[in-house]
């Protein structure tokens, strides 16, 4: 006999994140759309994340949002460093709630990775001849003064002052995230920005309390974690993105990771996102090849060395595989962004590849509505199958939406 909830796949078993109920396990992992300006959000990303709110997922990221406006990567990041930001992150929440999804930010600070351009041009620094353009270079703020990529710009050595502006920036930024109606907010650890830079001994050289060793280099990460929580309410979830290893230089790896994250849980993170590399190496994101859940086995180390719930994440485009993953205990969550990019309705065709009961009740009921119809115009009339289409009027047969054609093939 069926047994409903053995056969349900964990995919799509809902998932209780303190008071936060997420309809399943499957998010749409952060993606920095550099279509804003002044850091607002604009339709672009109202859509964007909307299509996969539409398409079934149970988490919805926005993009990296910068604390600070010197904290953005390019003029055209996205921010929650301002008040007036707020509406604009508030009609994307409201919508993505309305889908029935669980909308999320992740708060971000770049640090010495600023002052450039987007993807679409490599990356390259900002330069005086950019001012003309109105994008002038602005410096880049580290724990200790290295370039980012060898021959980059030397961003500016932090003070004490400078750590304490950012802290409260955090803090700020994550107090604007709850006005804007936003249920689950991750800070970004990883990737080599700001609080990576303090982590990793590649870019913190620091002696004082906020370097050295371990413990020290930690620092800055967990007081940001400990600013943040507290303006973010006791009944919603924090998550935290980590490069569970570097690319390159074997000198951060999982025995810090685990350090770090017994760190994070005392402090009440809730989820770790198990992201890799962004200091060292050739270039921002090296070292590990990336074959499919190429980044699966960090999260289940976390998971089993610490007890602490995580998201797998990177080249999982498999129904099965992403099923598999939550079934042996690697991760709680599963997060995809290529592969939602390329097919937003990820969602309802891995329902339907794991035989969920009712793939169609994971978007809107509009949508849902036709696409049965289309279930079952499919059915009725399989490929090969030969039907006469009508031309005039007197040979018209009648027909229902409903119900299909009545008298199928009888009128051929
Ligand atoms: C367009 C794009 C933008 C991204 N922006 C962010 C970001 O803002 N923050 C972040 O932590 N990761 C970012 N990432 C990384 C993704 O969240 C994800 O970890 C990575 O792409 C691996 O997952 P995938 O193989 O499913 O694409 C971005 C990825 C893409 C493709």
């Given amino acids: 006999m069926n047994d409903p909830v053995r056969d349900t796949p964990l995919l799509f078993t809902p998932i209780q994140l303190r008071s936060v109920l997420a309809r399943n396990r499957i998010v749409s ?13 604009e339709e672009w990303q109202l859509v964007n994340f909307g299509r996969f709110a539409m398409g079934g997922c149970g988490i919805v990221f926005g993009e990296e949002s910068a604390v600070e406006a010197r904290g953005r990567k390019t003029h055209h990041c996205a ?5 007036s930001h707020i509406p604009a992150y508030r009609r994307i ?22 002052s450039q351009h987007g993807p ?54 994550a107090q604007r995230s709850v006005d804007a109606g936003y249920d689950i907010c991750e800070i970004h650890g990883a990737h ?13 050289l620091r002696s004082d309390g906020y370097g050295g060793s371990l413990e020290g280099r930690m620092r800055y990460a967990l007081e940001v974690v400990e600013a943040v929580r507290a303006v973010w309410p006791q009944d919603k979830p924090l998550f935290f993105r980590t490069s569970a290893v570097e690319g390159a230089g074997g000198v951060w790896g999982i025995e810090e990771t685990l350090a770090l994250t017994r760190e994070l849980k005392q402090r009440g993170v809730d989820v770790v996102d198990c992201s890799s590399g962004g200091v060292g190496g050739d270039g921002p994101m090296p070292g590990v090849p990336r074959v499919p859940g190429f980044q699966a086995g960090y999260a289940r180390e976390i998971r089993r060395d610490t007890g602490m719930p995580t998201v797998a994440v990177g080249m999982i ?3 099965h595989h992403a099923e598999a993953i939550l079934r042996d205990g690697s991760a709680d969550l599963i997060a995809l962004a290529r592969g939602l990019m390329d097919n937003p309705n990820w969602p309802l065709h891995a329902a339907r590849e794991l035989g969920y009961a009712d793939p169609l009740s994971l978007i809107h009921a509009r949508e849902a509505q036709r696409l049965r119809l289309l279930e079952q115009h ?9 039907v006469e ?24």
């Avoid at 992740?106 to 990775?113: A, S």
């Avoid at 080599?192 to 913190?204: A, D, K, R, T, V």
């Avoid at 289409?389 to 299909?404: D, L, M, N, R």
């Fill in 93 to 114: 929440t409201d919508f993505i709630k309305s889908l029935g999804a669980v909308p999320a930010i992740q708060l971000g600070h770049c640090g010495r990775r600023a």
């Fill in 389 to 412: 289409i009508p031309f005039g009027p007197e040979e018209q047969v009648s027909y229902s939406w409903a119900a299909g054609i009545a008298g199928p093939r009888s009128a051929l």
């Fill in 192 to 204: 080599g920005y700001l609080i990576h830079q303090f982590l990793s001994p590649l870019s913190n």
């Fill in 317 to 319: 485009t498999d129904a």
């Fill in 120 to 173: 679409l041009k490599d990356r390259a620094m900002l330069t005086e001849v950019d001012a003309q353009d109105n994008m002038q270079p602005w410096q880049g703020i580290s724990p200790s003064p290295l370039p980012p990529t060898p021959g980059g710009a030397i961003p500016r050595e932090m003070d004490a002052s400078d750590i304490r502006a950012t802290i409260v920036a955090w803090r700020e930024a």
């Fill in 29 to 41: 992992s952060p993606m920095c759309q550099y279509a804003s300006d002044d850091g607002g959000p």
């Fill in 79 to 83: 921010g929650i460093y301002s008040d």
């Fill in 378 to 386: 499919s059915k009725e009339y399989p490929p090969g199958i030969a």
